[in-house]
């Protein structure tokens, strides 16, 4: 526990209601209270059904008001949540202010806090201990001494991983710049969905929570949806890749082509597309064959509301409907074929029926090109580079305050006589008996000294 | 030899992992050769173990739907035992206390036994979850869960060991216990904030928004907040010993119930 931390109480009586308040946001009593009071009323968010807006649970009238006026059904965006994260961010922020003076003070080295010190008396002269007590001293200490004269004694100072200070602040402020991104979405972020059918463009998107329809600033065509199945499992057509390829128009000029994936949104102007459900609205195309008496067959290929000429017959097909598989006769069409000055006929051409015949030709269903609509979403968030820059500085955070230990070493040499007398002290953010250890082998080592004469009571 | 079948043996493996360790303890002196034989055969599982997960990942790639084996229950139930029980290795080195391998081998047995029950054959992946961020999420996540665990069981001992005399003099010292708490928690909290990190940044870049307040990731917010204030309570307010354990035991039922409960609410998360 560093005593920077420990809360500096017993603070008068009189002193004026602002410094308690004060005292109060800087403490980290409040923090905790406030973390408790979040995780609970986050529990309860989990629980009562979110974004409904009747109170299934109950009928009291008591509750369904007291349900209203406590936003239950959006506890995360209510007036009281919001509240909660603002004292927290208050919180935060005073806390801050408090420790910088101590931090810079620190970083400066005007703290002479010490958790050990040592007094020893040795023959040699002072520029001599100090050639010797600066080499030995490397490895535990890196770098070498700064120097200071002090009246007439010599005073050495080493400094390590000052870098471990910054760790405090910059988790703290990373949580600061979070909140900030957070408030900053739920103010003027949106989040739509848009249905847009192959082939066709669309600018209009519905407002995910207030159904509110709203425009784009430009207009999406999609031009082709290709849906990706595994087919190779053979566990039946689980999807392995939706793929919608589209070009953005501004004015009717083309700004952007792009191919939008699961996973793979399309930015543009701070507006990000991404490829959310697909359905399937109608037939592109159907693929049919027409074999011959003698073995020989042709691919046929109808497109909805075209005709098309049967090859080697006076007749040109078109196509009426398709049934996906309703009827035992399984998936297959029903097509119109005419021929000059001849009644049109139906033939319907199914898998499990027999192949119809036409002309020379007996006709057989092959497959169809299903046409898609893509379901995109529409996402702006303004406050989300905020927040991955504050998980960045709280992550480094972590990263300083684990993996990096401040320590600080001083060495007064004051001749006296034929002697000089050495006052030995130092402190450790972390492993602090390891750091008291690695001095006293070294001093050992180079006073022949075993022990400490005076050691303070190391500091928890 | 699949990586089911592996998985199988070393169910069998903890178990008698766990209980040679019980065994050690009741019957030799710390620093024994059986304990030492314990740990040794500890780490030995470890070792298949993470061979297990690397087959796995490797057949995953045969059958042409090669993804990171973290997809599904059945994946991440085998990873937890795997992390956990590389947390309670990496907890020996660091604390010496056996008494952790005696307590925590067995929670390593429930999770493989548990995935037992579960289908374990590998599945394609849904394009949702086509993405680094699920790895690294997945993975951060499970190591910071690791932690807490190891945190969980210093934290039972240590309120055992303070409220029952006669089953102290079995335990270590109280104030070695808090710092396993303590320590296991300074390591897995860093871990369990990436965890959320990622997984924003992939809800980000997958579904267009980095928090959507979904029932999974409030929970483990819930449980970030509680070591939150654990970490408050200990570092700034000199909290020990009993007190802080309860909070390591208030977090840890957080854990389980993001990880398992959770599915049985509506959500995004749902693995099942
Ligand atoms: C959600 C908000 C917060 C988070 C996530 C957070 C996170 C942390 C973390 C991870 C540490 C441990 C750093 C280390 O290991 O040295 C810490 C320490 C600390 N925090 Fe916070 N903190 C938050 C809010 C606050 C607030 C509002 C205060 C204001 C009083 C505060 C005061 C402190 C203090 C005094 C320490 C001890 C620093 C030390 O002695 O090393 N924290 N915080």
Redesign the pocket.
């Known amino acids: 526990?560093?005593d920077?931390?420990r809360e500096i109480t017993g603070t008068s009586e009189s002193e004026s209601v602002f410094a308690q308040i004060i005292g109060l946001f800087?403490?980290?009593r409040m923090?905790i209270v406030l973390?408790i009071l979040l995780a609970l009323a986050s529990v309860v968010g989990t629980v009562i059904p979110q974004g409904s807006s009747q109170w299934t649970g109950s009928t009291s009238p008591f509750l369904t008001r007291l349900a209203l006026i406590l936003d239950l059904h959006s506890i995360y965006s209510s007036w009281w949540f919001i509240f909660l994260l603002s004292l927290?961010a208050a919180?935060?922020v005073a806390?801050l202010m408090k420790?910088i003076p101590m931090i810079i003070a620190e970083w400066r080295g005007e703290q002479q806090r010490a958790s050990f010190k040592w007094s020893l008396v040795d023959e040699r002269s002072p520029s001599a201990l100090k050639d010797l007590l600066t080499s030995e001293l490397r490895p535990i200490l890196g770098g070498s001494p700064a120097e200071a004269k002090d009246g007439n004694s010599l005073r050495l100072s080493w400094v390590k991983h000052r870098s471990y200070l910054l760790?405090?602040p910059f988790?703290?402020c990373g949580?600061i710049i979070i909140l900030l991104g957070g408030l900053l979405g739920t103010l003027y972020g949106f989040r739509g969905h848009m249905v847009i059918k192959e082939g066709e463009a669309g600018e209009n998107f519905v407002l995910q929570d207030s159904r509110e329809v709203r425009r784009l600033p430009f207009q999406v065509a999609v031009d082709k949806f290709t849906l990706e199945t595994y087919e190779s499992t053979g566990r039946g057509k689980r999807p392995k890749e939706y793929r919608s390829d589209v070009r953005l128009l501004e004015g009717g000029k083309v700004v952007a082509i792009a191919a939008i994936r699961v996973n793979h949104p399309l930015t543009f102007k701070g507006l990000s597309l991404y490829q959310a459900d697909y359905q399937v609205v109608g037939v592109k195309s159907v693929e049919l064959k027409l074999a011959d008496s003698d073995g020989t067959s042709r691919d046929f290929k109808l497109i909805p509301g075209q005709a098309e000429k049967v090859p080697d017959t006076p007749y040109v097909a078109r196509l009426v409907s398709l049934d996906p598989g309703t009827t035992p006769k399984g998936v297959g069409v029903d097509i119109q074929v005419d021929a000059e000055g001849s009644q049109p006929q139906r033939i319907g051409v199914f898998t499990k029926a027999a192949p119809p015949k036409l002309d020379k030709w007996q006709i057989s269903y092959v497959g169809y090109q299903p046409r898609y609509s893509t379901g995109l979403q529409i996402g702006y968030d303004p406050g989300t580079p905020l927040v991955w820059v504050g998980s960045l500085l709280l992550c480094s955070g972590?990263f300083l305050?684990l993996f990096t230990n401040h320590r600080r070493f001083w060495i007064e040499l004051t001749p006296k006589g034929d002697e000089t007398h050495i006052v030995l002290s130092g402190r450790s953010r972390r492993s602090r008996r390891e750091f008291r250890e690695s001095i006293k082998a070294t001093m050992g080592k180079v006073l022949g000294r075993s022990g400490p004469d005076t050691e303070l009571r190391s500091e928890g | 030899m699949t990586n089911a079948v592996l998985n199988g043996w070393l169910i069998f493996g903890y178990l008698a992992c766990g209980v040679l360790s019980l065994v050690a303890i009741v019957s030799t002196q710390p620093g024994s050769k059986m304990r030492r034989g314990v740990l040794g055969f500890l780490i030995a599982l470890w070792v298949i173990h993470t061979g297990s997960i690397i087959l796995r990942w490797l057949e995953s790639h045969q059958l042409g739907i090669g993804h990171a084996p973290l997809s599904n229950l059945y994946e991440s139930l085998v990873f937890f035992a795997w992390a956990l029980a590389l947390a309670l290795i990496a907890a020996w080195f660091r604390f010496k206390a056996d008494i952790l391998l005696v307590v925590g081998i067995p929670f390593v047995f429930i999770i493989m036994a548990s995935t037992s029950l579960l289908n374990h054959e590998i599945e394609p992946l849904i394009p949702a979850l086509q993405s680094n961020w699920l790895i690294a999420h997945v993975i951060s996540c499970f190591l910071g869960y690791a932690g807490f665990a190891v945190s969980f069981v210093a934290a039972i001992l240590l309120v055992l060991a303070t409220s029952s005399e006669s089953f102290g003099q079995y335990l270590p010292g109280s104030r070695l216990l808090d710092d396993i708490c303590y320590r296991s928690i300074?390591v897995g909290?860093p871990m369990l904030t990436i965890g959320i990190i990622t997984g924003a940044a992939w809800a980000d870049y997958a579904w267009g928004s980095y928090w959507s307040w979904d029932p999974k990731e409030t929970w483990s917010l819930i449980t970030w907040m509680v070591y939150?204030a654990f970490?408050?309570a200990r570092?700034?307010r000199g909290w020990s010993g009993t007190r802080t354990a309860y909070f390591s035991i208030a977090g840890f039922g957080a854990v389980l119930f993001t990880y398992f409960g959770v599915n049985y609410l509506p959500g995004l998360h749902s693995y099942f």
């Open positions: 526990m560093s920077a931390s800087t403490s980290v923090t973390l927290l919180n935060l806390c420790r760790g405090f988790i703290h949580i972590f305050t | 300074l909290y939150s970490l408050h570092l700034a």
